[in-house]
């Protein structure tokens, strides 16, 4: 009865993803690369909430025609991601959706701009449960962070994590 009990109850878990930036329709950065941590929290039998903290730098961006662009940004974010399907602790292959909003920061010293802004972020991944309690995903995002003068910033993550799912609350 006690295993039964505890396949309803949500599951909980830690990880940490590490991966490429890559910035879309923008001159003024180039690839670079982030990693991060998350937690997960099983809330529906379809549903994951993963609150998370992303931490990165663009790269430095190509000359344009002999003009100095300077060099890449920082870029940070703290959000929440939710994933439908791809449940933790399931021994299986499991693709799933993933969708999310957070607070992005881009930073860049040599231009001293500083800019955050709420930006949200829709994507796909697969996971592998190699164990319950052993999950590792890869997984693209595309974040567009809207900006103040108009228009956006958009970038793609594109990661590779490692979580351990503790189990049952």
């Known amino acids: 009865m006690a295993s039964s009990t505890t396949a309803v109850l949500p599951k909980f878990g830690i990880g940490v993803f590490g991966g490429l930036n890559i910035p879309v329709v923008q001159q003024d950065q180039g690839n670079g690369t982030l990693f991060g941590v998350r937690g997960r929290l099983k809330v529906l039998p379809f549903a994951v909430f993963e609150p998370n903290a992303t931490f990165g730098k663009f790269g430095d961006p190509d000359d344009i025609e002999g003009i100095d662009l300077g060099n890449g940004s920082d870029f940070n974010s703290f959000g929440l991601d939710v994933t439908l399907g791809g449940l933790p602790g399931v021994v299986a292959f499991k693709p799933f959706l993933v969708v999310g909003i957070g607070s992005y920061t881009t ?11 709420v930006g949200y972020s829709v994507g796909l991944g697969v996971g592998l449960g190699f164990s319950p309690k052993f999950d590792i995903d890869v997984r693209g995002k595309a974040i567009i962070i809207p900006i103040d003068e108009g228009g956006s910033k958009k970038t793609i993550n594109a990661t590779v994590g490692l979580t351990y799912n503790i189990g049952a609350l």
């Open 107 to 117: 930073k860049n010293d040599m231009t001293k701009v500083d800019n955050s802004d």
